[in-house]
């Protein structure tokens, strides 16, 4: 079926003139990138609109409304505003994707970078594949690497005996500052791979013009490098922030939200409710609000990076 | 003219759609009759594996022409109920027969997912070597037989006699109270500091392993209850609540018990039965019949000498009262999914898969508790282990689960106020109360009886 296709198309090619080929170009124009579009449609946008539309249902994954959901309006966004661990987990999240994120990755990716550009070859080749191999490792590798460093016997803990300190459990005493730390070692490669690529891009006689003019390193660092890298930064921003607030392996593993739901951010309570309780609809509320944060971000960063651009 | 690449691609989004075509079989072939079954498989549980391959070996031979195909799950007992009714949602993926929790089968009859089996079971032979405990144990609220169990399992208390008798305590050892417990894990520490005597789970961490190897002994022994299962209602506000956690209170204020940020570590069971019992640092626990699966040669933590080493005893009832001992079982079963399209082969496959050589090697091999008559008779069966007839007997004062849909909320309440009140963060009155409060969220006010 396909090879009279193709034989066709060949002869097409032979006999057109030149306007029949054109407007057969602007027809056609659109059909290669049709199989992409049709596996995003599927696989991406499909699966969040179901999602969306689940959440305003009671569907479960046993019981009664497991294969017939009913239509129950707003009742899980209601529930949700009722539930004290609701606004406990947007709390916890805003706080996560904060440190770990905003300030964490974010900052110590750009030290590491200018350091990295001001250093020797040798020792900037050292410092980029300790930084970048905890990035490549596969999330749950770099979870169970996690768990072991903070865990009652782990590595942070026999470090400390060493030098004659005691410590204590941090997964335990301290969940949420354990995984922000794990979050930040995990992902500030990306940050400093970032801005390593940005920092390689500024001039370099802007920053010699200015040294000339008696800049010091801090000036130039303020009103030169970081006004040019400017849309990286929002870039960089906007991707670590959704990525951030998408993480769940790490958490899971780490703590599963505990203790006491001191770490359960949002998509962990997501996991919990849909999962763990088989209540989907309520799950999938909770998913959406996750999209409805994510996309605030994301049109502030898009916005930000309009504003640059005279 | 950039023409040709372009015409490429189209030709490769043709020949696609073409390939597509080609792969969804035609109408009018014969179709291949094939059984899926769907059932879990861990590193340490390979059991029911081992049975499932046998019996599609057997039934395979049995019926020519038919297929079973296994669809193992790799997952813990969490995950694997969900993946589970993940695919029990789609008719395309529902399995023919399946791996199922007990107490899941009630929510998922509700569900739909669960083909009724009164009349398959009728006529089958085997059928009244199940005892009549293990016939319920598949039962749902319209009283049909959903599920078939393989095995059952019960909790006692797991002591190590060394570290019992180097504190003075005479084994075997029978707590006969709450109080005696006490009394004996305060010698062990007095003794040894460095020991731990008696170890109950708490806390979300170990999950239903906190509610049934731990609260529900309790519980169960105060004389309140979870559900009322004659009114079908949850009970909230029993003093027997409130007394249980002010016991879990006192073993973990007193560090009879493992420290709080341990009990909440998920893994910590792993330290119970792979550290902490084989190496003496741990006096007691109350776990499941199963543990010596653990212990055999083939084990996860293999340990020679816990046939000598360790005892076992009933949990006692609060003041010792009637009667004398509870215990908490659960257990797993075969069930058959309600959209299969073969209904007697699928009930077939489930007798081949259960009948008694199949149950006998099940039963050893993952120490469970027999459910049929001839299994239970088997010496290969009572010799299985040196515990098997002590766990056997406490089917006797055994409780099961109120396994509704709502069951696995109320669980999880439970756990947090057990781990309230270990971490200190409420009192055993007021994680009750918000125990109380949060039933109440849940069923709502009018299936909920103060008691």
């Not at chain 2, 340490?44 to 049995?62: C, I, P, R, T, Y």
């Not at chain 2, 489930?350 to 050893?364: E, G, M, S, V």
Request: hydrophobic fraction near 45%; glycine fraction near 8%.
């Amino acid at each position: 079926m396909s090879a009279p296709k193709i034989r066709n198309f060949a002869s097409l090619r032979n006999i057109g003139s030149l306007s029949n080929v054109s407007s057969l170009k602007r027809s056609t124009r659109f059909l290669p990138v049709v199989p992409s579009v049709v596996l995003l449609v599927l696989f991406l946008l499909a699966p969040v609109v179901w999602s969306f539309v689940s959440s305003f249902t009671d569907v479960s994954l046993s019981g009664k409304s497991a294969r017939n959901p009913v239509w129950v309006g707003l009742d899980n966004y209601a529930r949700m505003i009722g539930d004290p661990s609701f606004p406990a987990s947007v709390w916890l999240t805003v706080v996560f994707v904060a440190a770990s994120a905003v300030v964490g990755q974010n900052i110590l990716g750009l030290g590491l970078a200018l350091l990295m550009s001001r250093a020797g070859r040798a020792i900037s080749a050292v410092a980029g594949i300790a930084v970048v191999s905890a990035w490549i490792l596969p999330e749950i590798v770099a979870a169970f690497a996690a768990y072991a460093y903070f865990n009652r016997d782990g590595t942070l803990n026999q470090l400390l005996a060493a030098i004659g300190l005691e410590g204590t459990d941090w997964l335990y005493s301290f969940p949420m500052t354990a995984i922000i730390l794990a979050n930040l070692w995990r992902g500030t490669a990306f940050s400093m791979l970032v801005y390593r690529a940005a920092l390689a891009a500024v001039p370099r006689d802007i920053s010699e013009a200015a040294l000339m003019d008696g800049a010091g390193s801090w000036q130039r660092l303020a009103f030169i490098t970081l006004p040019v890298i400017r849309s990286s930064i929002a870039t960089n921003l906007m991707l670590i922030t959704l990525q951030t607030l998408a993480v769940f392996t790490l958490i899971w593993i780490m703590t599963a939200g505990g203790p006491a739901n001191a770490s359960t951010t949002l998509p962990v309570l997501a996991y919990q409710e849909a999962f763990k309780f088989g209540d989907i609809g309520y799950g999938t509320a909770v998913a959406s609000v996750i999209i409805v944060i994510g996309s605030v971000f994301g049109i502030a960063y898009v916005r930000l990076l309009r504003q640059e651009r005279p | 003219m950039n023409l040709r690449p372009r015409l490429s691609a189209i030709a490769v989004a043709a020949l696609m759609v073409v390939a597509t075509a080609a792969c969804s079989p035609g109408p009018g072939e014969p179709q291949a009759r094939t059984l899926t079954v769907m059932y879990q498989k861990t590193d340490s549980f390979v059991a029911l594996e081992n049975v499932l391959k046998d019996a599609k070996g057997e039934f395979e031979a049995a019926n020519s022409g038919i297929t079973v195909e296994l669809e193992p799950i790799q997952a813990n007992d969490d995950d694997y109920g969900t993946k589970l009714a993940l695919a029990q949602r789609s008719p395309e993926t529902a399995p023919d027969v399946f791996y199922e929790d007990t107490f899941k089968v009630r929510a998922d009859v509700e569900a739909g997912y669960l083909l009724k089996l009164d009349e398959h079971l009728q006529k089958w032979e085997d059928w009244k070597q199940f005892s009549e405990g293990a016939k319920a144990a598949g039962r749902a609220d319209d009283g049909g037989i959903y599920a078939v169990p393989l095995g059952t399992d019960t909790r006692a208390i797991w002591y190590n006699k060394t570290v019992l008798q180097k504190a003075g305590i005479p084994v075997p050892w029978q707590p006969r109270t709450w109080q005696e417990i006490l009394d004996t894990a305060r010698k062990i520490k007095a003794n040894d500091p460095s020991v731990v005597p008696f170890n109950m789970y708490a806390g979300k961490g170990t999950g239903e392993g906190t509610v049934m190897q731990s609260f529900y002994e309790l519980l169960y022994g105060t004389g309140a209850a979870l559900y009322d299962e004659k009114d079908r209602k949850w009970v909230v506000g029993s003093q027997g609540f409130t007394d249980s956690l002010t016991f879990l209170k006192t073993l973990y204020d007193e560090g009879l018990a493992v420290t709080p940020a341990e009990a909440l570590d998920a893994n910590v069971w792993k330290k119970v039965f792979g550290e902490w019992l084989p190496q003496g640092k741990m006096g007691a626990t109350v776990e499941g019949s199963y543990a010596p699966s653990f212990w055999q040669a083939g084990g996860s933590y293999e340990w020679p000498g816990y046939a000598t080493e360790m005892g076992v005893a009933r949990f006692p009832t609060q003041n010792g009262q009637e009667p004398g001992g509870v215990s908490m079982s659960g257990g797993w079963t075969l069930a058959v999914g309600a959209g299969t399209a073969e209904p007697d082969l699928a009930f077939k496959f489930l007798t081949t898969a259960l009948n008694k050589k199949n149950a006998l090697a099940f039963d050893i091999n993952s120490s469970q508790i027999a459910v049929r008559a001839d299994v239970a008779a088997d010496p290969a069966y009572q010799s299985a282990n040196p515990f098997i007839k002590e766990v056997s007997e406490l089917v006797d004062v055994t409780h099961y689960r109120p396994a509704t849909a709502d069951y696995p909320r109320i669980s999880t309440a439970v756990q947090v106020a057990t781990e309230s009140v270990i971490t200190g963060k409420q009192s055993p009155d007021e994680a009750g109360a918000v125990y109380d409060q949060t039933v109440r969220e849940i069923v709502g006010d009018d299936k909920v009886i103060q008691k």
